[in-house]
């Protein structure tokens, strides 16, 4: 059977406490089987309990890797982007270097990677900058984002499936193409968002900041 004990996050919001968590009742997982697997998921069928007590049954997608996003910002205040046909959802992307890290592996190790596969950059500093689930109702997938600095340019070597473009445009035009609904990749919008609150707030080094917010 497998272990449902709640995750706790790495911090409880400020109107929530480890007490109120412990009283609360959880799901049960009565059954499950898998239905399909590959090496990069796994979907599983569950007969479970709710915890309002009613019976219900639920697939669940589980991913052999962690999301691993990286925010590649240049001193100019430009960010590097690849831009590539995403099959899932029929259409054209433009996004961060991204991919997965495995659930064993260190997620730098896995961001240092992706960032040099995809766009041939290496980062002088490499700080993570948030984590979050990538939709809770239907898959345990946790995401990693990082904030690269500091970069200087080396070879490219993508993945055999993966053709892309690149393009190296100013903070503001990506942040305003997020708000617009026209980048729509959701680890390069929570990414973008994220930096932009970090500038704002006086989270980045003054020339960064500057370079983002002038």
């Known amino acids: ?4 004990t709640p995750k706790l996050p790495p911090s409880l919001p400020a109107w929530d406490s480890e007490e109120r968590l412990a009283r609360r009742p959880q799901w049960q997982d009565l059954t499950s089987q898998v239905v399909f697997e590959n ?8 007969d479970v309990m709710a915890p309002t007590g009613r019976p219900a049954h639920y697939g669940l997608v589980k991913f052999a890797n962690r999301a691993i996003a990286v925010l590649p910002l240049h001193d100019d205040g430009t960010v ?30 896995a961001a240092i990677r992706e960032l040099r596969e995809e766009t041939g950059l290496v980062a002088a500093n490499l700080r993570e900058i948030l984590s979050f689930d990538m939709s809770n109702s239907v898959t345990d997938e946790v ?12 070879d490219i070597a ?14 503001k035009d990506l942040l305003d193409a997020v ?30 900041r500057d370079a983002i917010l002038d």
């Open 143 to 154: 995401a990693v984002c990082f904030l690269a600095t500091g970069l200087s340019q080396s």
């Open 158 to 171: 993508p993945d055999e499936t993966e053709a892309f473009e690149y393009a190296r445009v100013p903070f």
């Open 179 to 208: 708000i617009k609904g026209q980048v729509r990749d959701g680890l390069t919008v929570v990414s973008v968002l994220r930096v932009h609150h970090m500038a704002v707030s006086g989270d980045l080094p003054p020339h960064l």
């Open 1 to 4: 059977m497998p272990d449902k």
């Open 39 to 46: 090496p990069w998921i796994r979907i599983e069928s569950h």
């Open 80 to 109: 590097s982007l690849v831009g590539q046909a995403r099959f899932a959802v029929d259409a054209y992307s433009w996004e961060l270097p991204e991919g997965g890290g495995p659930h064993d592996e260190d997620p730098r190790q």
